[in-house]
């Protein structure tokens, strides 16, 4: 694959999800995004879907799918290239889409209670069955395909969907913070996903806890100031170098943090720790 490959074949959207990135606000054709290279209160990055392109108004600085990879990873040309290999190609047919379609159509079908064998199956292996009433089966129409997977939902009624072969939001991105009446403001855990978030209430000796779980760092503004509010914060974000960058963001944001990650240390997150035998 050459550079002219990355750009026409890979989508900037799927890219920026990859990392955890998500947008702000969002229309058909663009949106906006926080910095890739700073911290900032005002997203900054623009997003143009049909171009496939991003500008930093902050910088003057443009983007397309390859320099987005090499200023994430501080990485050359031909290592972002080798690295935008593990995508799966969608050609044209995704862009078209995003001109046809206001928005991504979806509708959902059904939500119910765990039943589906594979669903089971895939909360076993990852070790957290155990915990399967906290989320929900999610049965959805999208783009005219039908579908279904594990349900988590955030504070603005969008839903987070996982099965083994797709991770997906339905309507809007956002947190979900679950507050424990008995608690009053003492201390709150906060997890990338909600798969972490499950684990822990398989470990926990803390009952009496609030949770936040951000379902993507890049959401993290929405809760600054929420977060001022407790004794302790205990942080069990991912081992990689996105959840170092934003345990060192709220380390130097509060005074009353706890970075939880050397519990699984030499693993990913929280869970890939637990599911380790």
């Not at 079908?109 to 155990?130: C, G, M, T």
């Not at 915990?131 to 039908?146: A, I, R, S, T, W």
């Not at 579908?147 to 969907?161: K, P």
Request: aromatic fraction near 12%.
């Amino acid at each position: 694959m050459n550079c002219e490959e990355a750009k026409q074949k890979i989508m900037i959207r799927d890219v920026l999800e990859h990392y955890n990135l998500f947008p702000t606000k969002e229309n058909r054709k663009t949106a906006f995004y926080f910095a890739l290279d700073r911290d900032e209160k005002t997203p900054s990055l623009s997003v143009d879907f049909i171009k496939n392109r991003a500008f930093d108004f902050g910088t003057g600085k443009s983007y397309d799918v390859i320099s987005i990879v090499q200023q994430i990873n501080q990485c050359s040309v031909s290592d972002a290239l080798k690295y935008l290999e593990k995508f799966e190609f969608s050609s044209s047919d995704k862009k078209q889409n995003l001109v046809a379609d206001d928005e991504m159509q979806y509708k959902i079908l059904n939500i119910k209670d765990i039943q589906h064998f594979a669903l089971i199956d895939y909360l076993e292996s990852r070790k957290v069955s155990a915990q399967m009433h906290l989320v929900k089966e999610v049965h959805y129409q999208m783009n005219g395909k039908k579908n279904f997977g594990l349900g988590f939902f955030n504070d603005s009624g969008g839903v987070e969907i996982r099965n083994k072969y797709s991770k997906i939001c339905l309507g809007k991105k956002d947190v979900t913070l679950i507050k424990n009446q008995k608690n009053t403001f003492n201390e709150i855990a906060v997890f990338e996903g909600f798969f972490d978030f499950l684990t822990f209430q398989n470990i926990s000796k803390e009952p009496h806890l609030d949770f936040l779980i951000l379902n993507s760092t890049s959401m993290l503004f929405k809760v600054e100031e929420e977060l001022k509010k407790y004794r302790k914060i205990s942080l069990f974000l991912d081992n990689d170098a996105n959840g170092k960058l934003f345990n060192s963001k709220i380390a130097n944001q509060y005074n009353n943090v706890e970075d939880c990650s050397h519990i699984y240390l030499g693993y990913k997150d929280l869970n890939e720790w637990y599911c380790r035998d």
